[in-house]
């Protein structure tokens, strides 16, 4: 009985899941990077420059814990800060040439690990896997209790 439990859908996801995030821990630690530091990057390089708030905002984490994240990207090399031209108060945060690169190598590595999670399965069952997940997402956003909530949010909770 118990391995049925195991084996069932709801359990696989899981699994899956989290074999997942363990191995793309794995990654960025290899990058000496956390996941909320990636984000910053990623969001730097889409966005281009933005302010320490702005980017705070964006990311779901408060000022005081921004500043951590970007002292540690700072000394890496990834980002660098400057003042604002028109508002002295105010520190512009880019993403550095060695920071584009650093995400360029994890962006690589990450499609190998998808890569790896695909081996085996045809590029038909992929479509499929992935129009049934995407329904699946689609369920759970109706549940009441996520009802309004958008995808980055529900993703940002500390507790789940």
């Known amino acids: 009985m118990k391995r049925k439990w195991m084996e069932s859908g709801f359990m696989l996801i899981q699994q899956v899941a989290h074999l997942v995030k363990y191995q793309a821990m794995r990654e960025m630690e290899s990058f000496h990077l956390k996941p909320n530091q990636v984000g910053i990057m990623f969001i730097l390089r889409s966005e281009g420059e933005l302010s320490q708030r702005e980017l705070a905002k964006q990311i779901g984490i408060t000022p005081p814990s921004m500043t951590v994240a970007l002292r540690k990207l700072e000394k890496q090399g990834y980002v660098q800060r ?36 695909y081996e085996g399965i045809s590029g038909e069952e992929r479509k499929e896997l992935q129009r049934i997940m995407l329904r699946m997402r689609t369920n759970m956003l109706n549940y009441k209790e996520i009802q309004g909530m958008d995808m980055c949010s529900i993703m940002e909770e500390r507790h789940l």
Request: aromatic share 0%; charged share 35%; proline share 0%.
């Open 82 to 117: 400057k003042v604002d031209e028109k508002d002295q108060r105010i520190q512009r945060i880019t993403i550095t040439d060695q920071g584009a690169d650093c995400l360029n190598e994890l962006k690589e590595t990450m499609h190998m690990l998808e890569a790896g999670l």
